[in-house]
């Protein structure tokens, strides 16, 4: 059993009561273990047939499963493959409550490492906006990594603070989650670490720092948008007291009710003080929630949905100047895109409809003069792909990405990926990325592919990095003229994995180092 703080354990009692005994008695139960279906590659039900390990549905999400603690979900071929993420349960309630729609533009403020912008990743299937935002350097690698993994395509990875976010997006995005930084006290039965680091200052201290989250997050929610507040930690002074602090400065947010169903439990706005400033809106809080270990299946959470008044001046204005910058980088002629209904792909051959008519301009986002030519890119799309590929091509020095549509801006802003990292052109030659290989769902989505089955010895030696001696007859190749030499989409059971160049009989690997399996 976790060796909890003393203070904690009284401000517990106090606040829980008749239900302390059972809170406590929670810390001496198995911590839960869950994975989440990644809706970009398979459905749920196929995940579930297909599973190496038992799995039992979790109760607020579709996509969630339980996993015995004693699996290894880390260590499987299909992991390496992004179809499922590793994630505790309660975890994935919040993205549930945020109601994320294709074609919404969506920012997760606090992102890292990841899960959550993956679980939103997989609403949007593809079409909308996603800006997933750390303000950590250390930790943001982490999450850019896992958006990779995930394959989400339509995806911006920043690393600034809500400060400086915020007046370059105003009113900008329908959806937002703030999953704030915070005391961590719901996590103390998961993590010993985080309970031995708890001081009794902690929540007030935290507490200041989301205030001022939230409220920069407020400003760049689009009128008649949704934001998801959320934290992993019981006091309600970094809960209720943070939403009530909203509430008294934006007569324009109201919350949404969530219901007391599925374990869940209505917050408390009777543990907050009387000086919270919410006057008669206090009592709204009850429709907030909090998830306690000794109700359900996960470790504690806290939710809160606010929306925002539709029927607010000078929207268009502000998306305009949030807006103005990617309008400036936009190519002349058709826009490479594989959204449905907006024609083109990157590279497409002569005589396909919306083909690009030769190699798109530099976007300009932080360019010099003499940026690469992205034309050996456009070349490999034609020549290597079977599928459109989706957004605008931008070169940043010799880094290819495809910028979403809808983007916004980012001049002066830290972006570690501004779009879809697809590849490097050095000497004149396109090198596909790892993260583009991510992006592709099925074997059929290069000229030139190899699976090997989930079982296959193979499939583990191209994950630690060896090279790999194959005949040309276990290539698959999208037609007759496709020769066996050049890159090849290297996957399991379908699904891919990662890059290979084929010659004479053996396949040089191309998996990148830092993901190698240990």
């Given at each position: 059993m976790t060796?909890?703080p003393d203070?904690f354990?009284r401000?517990m009692?106090?606040?829980?009561r008749?239900?302390y005994p059972a809170?406590?008695?929670s810390?001496a139960?198995?911590r839960e273990?869950g994975?989440?279906?990644n809706?970009l590659?398979?459905?749920?039900?196929?995940?579930?047939?297909?599973s190496?390990?038992?799995?039992?549905?979790?109760?607020?999400?579709a996509?969630?499963?339980?996993?015995?603690?004693?699996?290894?979900?880390?260590?499987h071929?299909y992991?390496?493959a992004?179809l499922?993420?590793?994630?505790?349960?309660?975890?994935m309630?919040p993205?549930?409550w945020l109601?994320v729609?294709p074609?919404d533009?969506?920012?997760?403020?606090?992102?890292?490492?990841?899960?959550?912008s993956?679980?939103?990743?997989?609403?949007?299937?593809?079409?909308g906006?996603?800006?997933?935002?750390?303000?950590?350097p250390?930790?943001?690698?982490a999450?850019?990594k896992?958006?990779?993994?995930?394959g989400?395509?339509?995806a911006?990875?920043?690393?600034?603070?809500p400060?400086r976010?915020?007046p370059?997006?105003p009113?900008?995005f329908?959806?937002i989650?703030?999953?704030?930084?915070?005391?961590g006290?719901?996590m103390?039965?998961?993590?010993?670490?985080?309970?031995?680091?708890?001081d009794e200052e902690?929540p007030?201290?935290?507490?200041a720092?989301?205030r001022g989250?939230?409220a920069?997050a407020?400003?760049?929610?689009?009128?008649?948008?949704?934001?998801?507040?959320?934290?992993?930690?019981?006091?309600?002074?970094e809960?209720?007291?943070?939403?009530?602090?909203?509430?008294?400065d934006r007569?324009?947010?109201r919350?949404v009710?969530?219901?007391?169903?599925?374990g869940?439990?209505?917050?408390?706005?009777?543990w907050?003080g009387?000086?919270a400033?919410c006057?008669?809106?206090?009592p709204?809080l009850?429709?907030?929630?909090?998830l306690?270990p000794?109700r359900?299946?996960?470790?504690?959470?806290?939710?809160?949905?606010?929306?925002r008044e539709?029927?607010?001046e000078g929207r268009?204005?502000?998306?305009?100047?949030?807006a103005?910058p990617a309008?400036?980088?936009?190519p002349?002629g058709?826009?490479?895109?594989?959204?449905?209904?907006?024609?083109?792909?990157a590279?497409?051959?002569d005589g396909d409809?919306?083909r690009?008519?030769g190699a798109?301009?530099?976007?300009?986002r932080?360019?010099s003069?003499?940026?690469?030519d992205?034309?050996?890119f456009?070349?490999?799309?034609?020549e290597q792909l079977?599928v459109?590929l989706?957004?605008?091509?931008d070169?940043?020095?010799?880094f290819?990405?495809?910028?979403?549509?809808?983007?916004p801006?980012?001049?002066?802003?830290?972006?570690?990926?501004?779009g879809?990292?697809?590849?490097?052109?050095?000497?004149?030659?396109?090198e596909?990325?790892h993260?583009?290989?991510m992006?592709?769902?099925?074997?059929?989505?290069?000229?030139?592919?190899v699976?090997?089955?989930?079982?296959d010895?193979?499939?583990?030696?191209y994950l630690?990095?060896?090279t790999?001696q194959?005949?040309?007859?276990?290539?698959?190749?999208s037609?007759p003229?496709?020769?066996?030499?050049?890159?090849?989409?290297i996957?399991?059971?379908?699904?891919?994995?990662?890059?290979?160049?084929?010659?004479?009989?053996?396949?040089?690997n191309?998996?990148?180092?830092?993901?190698?399996?240990?």
């Open positions: 060796k909890l203070t354990l401000n009692e106090r606040l829980l008749d239900e809170f406590l008695a810390y139960m198995p273990q994975v989440r279906a809706g590659k398979l459905s749920a039900e196929t995940f579930a047939r297909m190496p390990f038992p799995l039992e549905p979790i109760r607020w999400t996509d969630g499963f339980y996993t015995p603690e004693r699996e290894r979900p880390g260590k071929p992991y390496h992004g499922y993420y590793i994630q505790e349960p309660s975890a309630a993205v549930e109601d729609r074609g533009k969506v920012l997760d403020l606090c992102a890292a490492p990841g899960g959550k993956t679980q939103i990743a997989a609403k949007l299937q593809g079409r906006l996603l800006v997933t935002n750390d303000n950590q250390d930790r943001v690698k999450l850019a896992n958006i990779e993994r995930y989400a395509t339509n911006i990875v920043l690393n600034e603070t400060e976010l915020a370059r997006m009113q900008f329908d959806k989650l703030v999953d704030a930084p915070c005391s006290e719901g103390f039965r998961k993590d010993d670490d985080m309970a031995k680091a708890w902690a007030r201290r935290y507490a720092m989301q989250i939230l920069r407020a400003d760049m929610l689009a009128p008649g948008g949704r934001l998801v507040y959320s934290t992993c930690t019981f006091s309600p002074e809960n209720e007291e943070v939403v009530a602090s909203l509430l008294r007569s324009d947010f919350v009710p969530i219901p007391a169903e599925r869940f439990a209505h917050g408390r706005p009777d907050i009387a000086d400033g006057g008669e809106r206090c709204d009850a429709g907030t929630a909090r306690w000794h359900l299946r996960g470790e504690g959470h806290f939710i809160a949905v606010l929306e539709a029927a607010v268009e204005a502000a998306l305009a100047i949030a103005e309008a400036e980088r936009e002349s058709e826009r490479p895109s594989r959204h449905a209904g907006k024609g083109g792909r590279g497409q051959r409809r919306g690009t008519g798109p301009k530099p976007s300009g932080g360019t003069p003499g940026t690469t992205p034309a050996p456009i070349a490999f799309a034609a079977t459109p989706p957004g605008t091509v070169v940043l020095r010799d290819v990405y495809l910028v979403p549509d809808g983007a801006g980012l001049d002066g802003l830290k972006a570690v990926r501004p879809w990292f697809v590849g490097t052109i050095r000497g004149g030659r396109f596909p990325s993260a583009l290989a992006g592709l769902s099925r074997d059929a989505d290069s000229v030139r592919s699976s090997f089955a989930v079982g010895a193979d499939a583990i030696r630690k990095g060896e790999l194959l005949p040309d007859d276990r290539l698959r190749r037609g003229d496709v020769p066996a030499k050049g890159y090849c989409l996957c399991v059971d379908g699904y891919p994995l990662g890059w290979a160049k084929w010659q004479n009989g053996m396949l040089k191309e998996y990148p180092p830092g993901w190698r399996w240990a």
